[in-house]
């Protein structure tokens, strides 16, 4: 009965709250029809923006309000929190989507392909220009939908040694600028080889990974021939740029799973080591530079200078192409440090960044979501040459191979600029070639590197200067403390043998902390283990039946008897 009461209680209370919009009623709908719906929150309502941010997919401030977007789960957890609200009606009627149903109407880049076109276009680039441009499959969506990106470089089918950098665009389904904008600068960049010096430049000293369309469910939502209906979520509703491991918020800030998507990324990422990336959205117009998951005064990365002159860099070409305003709505820079806009949990920015070792910004490109195609050919002309500069950033910095000082062999190291790095922000070496890059300002610096079981080397007054990259190869020495040759080292005894309840491990010199031993039966079977603790330890071996059995202790093997 007080149950009932209260869900009474609670239902009054709602329809009391929004009775005249019937708000909540219109939001579920948009919900249960398209799997999301965009709700504007009052700022003076929020008492704590954090606990939104965590609580649904907020997008960005629209004057008084925050616009945030919603599923059905983060739409109930939300009215828990009582916040004032109303939907967001987009007016869609003055928008002109037009669509290439051919790959032919492409050729002018002003309007938006449907996915088959897209499809066609990505193969067409690979078979086209196939000494400098390979088709890679990230994976698949939800739906099953392709996820690819395009491989240009001097020698594409090879692992080879050159700074890697990522495009990628269109996580949220419904931000479509960058889609064909990355389309576009991948058929600048393939078309203009050995034609143009700077695309040329581009592509014979950098590895050019781009991926125009991260979310083709969220894009093609209103089916494969139409943008018209692209929503921010991909299949299963959930906002994939929530959805990645964070540095503060843990492994499932968003309390879901990893999506196909995500998870598709996170492999791509894994096994090409990005230097430098860039994440395309829209919605605003600033370049968003990490972390997104605080604000700038509790956490900022060590390279935030670097990451201040890129943005300043890409930027100051604008106003060369575009209109005044452009570029000005968020902050008049242009740019912004993100948890200082506003903090963001799971974004794509921050794992990269963070996880990867990346240094990726996002790219707000367009205030208009589902940019006008109309305007596709001027937002060309506005941020091709920031797009393309940024890429060119791979081109300066520090580079070389980090070997055995004996045996020449590549080594997976670590490379940590002195009174510079942390947080995450130092960068390895490729296990394959002992390869590095490390994208840093101009300057003088004291850098580290190291290896597991190696001596570490730190090499000061490393001068970086702004023509072409800098290279400093390093050989490191062999640790003869190693773990692996400390346990090759040891000598030891063990009494009494046979034994009874207690054996005595006895070492001629002091164990190391990591010197562990373990007892095998006859067959190989691990029966007990345990740390070595002193020069003699005593292990209680009253639990083996009696036989035979084999003691290790660092590499060394020693037979003894239980009576
Ligand atoms: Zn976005």
């Not at 009874?500 to 164990?511: A, E, G, H």
């Given at each position: 009965?007080?149950?009932?009461?209260?869900?009474?209680?609670?239902?009054?209370?709602?329809?009391?709250?929004?009775?005249?919009?019937?708000?909540?009623?219109?939001?579920?709908?948009?919900?249960?029809?398209?799997?999301?719906?965009?709700?504007?929150?009052?700022?003076?309502?929020?008492?704590?923006l954090?606990?939104l941010a965590?609580?649904i997919?907020?997008?960005?401030?629209?004057?008084?309000?925050?616009?945030?977007?919603?599923?059905?789960?983060?739409?109930?957890n939300?009215?828990?929190?009582?916040?004032?609200?109303k939907?967001?009606?987009?007016?869609?009627?003055?928008?002109?989507?037009?669509?290439?149903?051919?790959?032919?109407?492409?050729?002018?880049?002003?309007?938006?392909?449907t996915?088959?076109?897209?499809?066609?276009?990505?193969?067409?680039?690979?078979?086209s220009?196939?000494?400098?441009?390979?088709?890679?499959?990230?994976?698949?969506?939800?739906?099953?939908?392709?996820?690819l990106?395009?491989?240009?470089?001097?020698?594409?089918?090879?692992?080879?040694?050159?700074?890697?950098?990522?495009?990628?665009s269109?996580?949220h389904?419904?931000?479509?600028?960058?889609?064909?904008?990355?389309?576009?600068?991948?058929?600048?960049?393939?078309?203009?080889?050995?034609?143009?010096?700077?695309?040329?430049?581009?592509?014979n000293?950098?590895?050019?990974?781009?991926?125009?369309?991260?979310?083709?469910?969220?894009?093609?939502?209103?089916?494969?021939?139409?943008?018209?209906?692209?929503?921010?979520?991909?299949?299963?509703?959930?906002?994939?740029?929530?959805?990645?491991p964070?540095?503060?918020?843990?492994?499932?800030s968003?309390?879901?799973?990893?999506?196909?998507?995500?998870?598709?990324?996170?492999?791509?990422?894994?096994?090409?080591?990005?230097?430098?990336?860039?994440?395309?959205?829209?919605?605003?117009?600033?370049?968003?530079?990490?972390?997104?998951?605080?604000?700038?005064?509790?956490?900022?990365?060590?390279?935030?200078?670097?990451?201040?002159?890129?943005?300043?860099?890409f930027?100051?070409?604008i106003?060369?192409y575009?209109?005044?305003?452009?570029?000005?709505?968020?902050?008049?820079?242009?740019?912004?440090?993100?948890?200082?806009?506003?903090?963001?949990?799971?974004?794509?920015?921050d794992?990269?960044?963070?996880?990867?070792?990346?240094?990726?910004?996002?790219?707000?490109?367009?205030?208009?979501?589902?940019?006008?195609t109309s305007?596709?050919?001027?937002?060309?002309?506005?941020?091709?040459?920031?797009?393309?500069?940024?890429?060119?950033?791979?081109q300066?910095?520090?580079?070389?191979?980090?070997?055995?000082s004996?045996?020449?062999?590549?080594?997976?190291?670590?490379?940590?600029?002195?009174?510079?790095?942390?947080f995450?922000?130092?960068?390895?070496?490729?296990?394959?070639?002992?390869?590095?890059?490390?994208?840093?300002?101009?300057?003088?610096?004291?850098?580290s590197?190291?290896?597991?079981?190696?001596?570490?080397?730190?090499?000061?007054?490393i001068?970086?200067?702004?023509?072409?990259l800098?290279?400093?190869?390093?050989l490191?020495?062999?640790?003869?403390?190693?773990l692996?040759?400390i346990?090759?080292?040891?000598?030891?005894?063990?009494?009494?043998?046979?034994a009874?309840?207690?054996?005595?491990?006895?070492?001629?010199?002091?164990?190391d902390?990591?010197?562990?031993?373990?007892?095998k039966?006859?067959?190989?079977v691990?029966?007990?283990?345990?740390?070595?603790?002193?020069k003699?330890?005593?292990?209680?071996?009253?639990?083996?039946?009696?036989?035979?059995?084999?003691?290790?202790?660092?590499?060394?093997?020693?037979?003894?008897?239980?009576?």
């Open positions: 009965m007080k149950r009932l009461f209260i869900f009474l209680f609670a239902v009054f209370f709602i329809n009391l709250a929004y009775s005249q919009e019937n708000i909540v009623e219109k939001v579920r709908n948009e919900i249960k029809v398209w799997g999301e719906a965009k709700i504007l929150i009052p700022k003076n309502n929020i008492k704590d954090n606990i965590k609580t997919s907020l997008d960005y401030p629209k004057g008084d309000f925050w616009l945030g977007y919603v599923n059905q789960k983060q739409y109930d939300f009215l828990a929190l009582n916040l004032k609200h939907i967001f009606e987009e007016d869609n009627s003055t928008k002109a989507l037009t669509m290439a149903a051919t790959m032919a109407q492409m050729s002018n880049w002003d309007r938006y392909p996915y088959q076109v897209y499809d066609s276009l990505m193969r067409r680039f690979a078979l220009y196939p000494s400098i441009c390979k088709l890679d499959t990230i994976g698949f969506s939800v739906n099953n939908r392709l996820i990106a395009l491989k240009i470089s001097s020698n594409p089918y090879q692992e080879i040694d050159k700074p890697k950098f990522c495009y990628s269109t996580m389904g419904d931000e479509l600028a960058g889609y064909v904008l990355l389309l576009r600068l991948s058929n600048w960049l393939l078309s203009n080889y050995g034609i143009n010096q700077r695309a040329t430049d581009i592509i000293n950098t590895q050019i990974f781009i991926n125009p369309l991260a979310n083709p469910d969220g894009t093609y939502a209103g089916g494969n021939s139409t943008v018209g209906f692209s929503k921010r979520y991909n299949a299963n509703n959930i906002d994939l740029n929530r959805n990645f964070d540095p503060i918020a843990g492994q499932h968003d309390s879901e799973q990893w999506q196909k998507e995500t998870l598709a990324f996170m492999n791509y990422a894994d096994s090409n080591e990005f230097s430098i990336s860039a994440n395309l959205h829209s919605g605003a117009e600033v370049l968003n530079y990490p972390y997104d998951c605080s604000t700038s005064s509790n956490i900022s990365h060590s390279d935030v200078d670097w990451f201040i002159d890129v943005c300043e860099n930027v100051d070409s106003p060369f575009a209109p005044a305003v452009f570029f000005t709505d968020v902050v008049t820079s242009g740019y912004i440090n993100g948890g200082n806009w506003y903090v963001v949990y799971g974004g794509r920015q794992y990269h960044t963070y996880f990867k070792h990346s240094r990726e910004i996002t790219f707000e490109v367009s205030l208009q979501k589902k940019l006008s305007e596709l050919t001027n937002y060309w002309d506005y941020l091709s040459p920031g797009l393309i500069s940024y890429i060119e950033n791979c300066k910095g520090l580079e070389g191979y980090i070997r055995d004996i045996t020449n062999q590549p080594l997976r190291a670590k490379v940590w600029v002195e009174n510079h790095d942390g995450n922000s130092e960068i390895y070496s490729k296990t394959s070639s002992g390869y590095y890059y490390r994208p840093i300002l101009d300057g003088t610096y004291t850098i590197f190291s290896s597991d079981g190696y001596l570490p080397k730190t090499i000061p007054n001068n970086i200067s702004g023509s072409g800098t290279i400093q190869n390093v490191l020495a062999k640790n003869e403390n190693s692996e040759e346990n090759n080292r040891i000598e030891y005894s063990v009494y009494p043998n046979p009874n309840d207690l054996l005595t491990i006895s070492l001629t010199s002091k164990p902390l990591k010197t562990n031993f373990s007892i039966s006859s067959l190989g691990e029966l007990l283990d345990g740390n070595v603790i002193d003699k330890t005593i292990i209680d071996i009253s639990n083996l039946n009696r036989g035979i059995y084999f003691i290790n202790v660092g590499t060394k093997v020693t037979k003894f008897i239980k009576e």
